[in-house]
């Protein structure tokens, strides 16, 4: 895919942007962190933001800053990773609005693999092939992949600290989203990283409505890990969806 397609603005934008502004206004703590090795990284995606959404540049020595600024024009959020002295790729700057239950806080700064870290089973399984992705990207295109899980709640931003009802055994088939994380991996200048996620929230009832969905859905539920349920916070609600989408 074109990186531009990507990044670049859609019909959402308005929406998106009053979104992304709202959280960066209210938790910029939250939202947005860099570290120390951060502005190269920031100074790439500045410029290379400008062509697809044809915004000036921003002028700031200060990186923090900066970062918020290009969160703010741009619609997915942006993770800025490159390895350090001794190859480890790091992340050193990230602008992340809406993330899906976890905190940036904790995350900035560390390997790709400490990361992984909190995914069960992904380092043993899928460790090795990860690194060697990221480290032979090309300049070119942007790599799409996608990852999904359910909500109680459709908001954007499902921030840990934020006080948003949680899937558990009660949930009916109304309460609950598919949340679908729509990844992209693209190759800067040098061996920087430019990671992008795009969220979009669908009702799982509607969902339901196609065979195929209802029977894979289901199935997943059934086959899933316990540890894999527990990290995607579906365990405690397990047996009631299983419940619900039986056909």
């Excluded at 092939?129 to 032979?136: G, S, V």
């Excluded at 009832?205 to 916070?233: C, N, S």
């Amino acid at each position: 895919m074109p990186v531009e397609q990507f990044f670049g603005p859609t019909s959402a934008r308005a929406e998106v942007l009053a979104q992304r502004a709202r959280w960066l206004d209210e938790t910029p703590a939250h939202c947005a962190a860099v570290t120390t090795r951060a502005r190269p990284l920031l100074l790439e995606l500045d410029a290379r933001s400008r062509g697809w959404l044809g915004t000036d540049v921003h002028e700031s020595s200060d990186d923090l800053a900066l970062c918020r600024a290009l969160g703010r024009q741009i619609e997915p959020d942006f993770l800025l990773l490159q390895p350090d002295e001794s190859g480890t790729l790091r992340l050193d700057a990230a602008c992340v609005c809406f993330p899906s239950a976890w905190n940036l806080a904790e995350k900035i700064g560390h390997s790709v693999e400490s990361i992984h870290g909190a995914v069960p089973r992904l380092n043993a399984q899928a460790g090795v092939p990860i690194r060697q992705f990221l480290e032979r990207l090309k300049p070119g295109p942007a790599w799409r992949r996608a990852n999904w899980g359910l909500s109680r709640s459709p908001e954007w931003n499902q921030h840990p600290d934020r006080p948003l009802p949680r899937l558990d055994a009660s949930v009916t088939l109304e309460e609950v989203w598919l949340r679908v994380e729509h990844q992209a991996f693209v190759q800067l200048t040098g061996e920087g990283v430019l990671f992008g996620i795009r969220i979009s929230v669908h009702p799982l009832l509607d969902l339901l409505q196609i065979p195929e969905l209802h029977r894979g859905l289901h199935r997943a539920f059934r086959t899933m890990p316990e540890d894999v349920a527990a990290y995607k916070g579906i365990a405690a609600a397990r047996e009631a969806l299983l419940t619900l989408t039986r056909e």
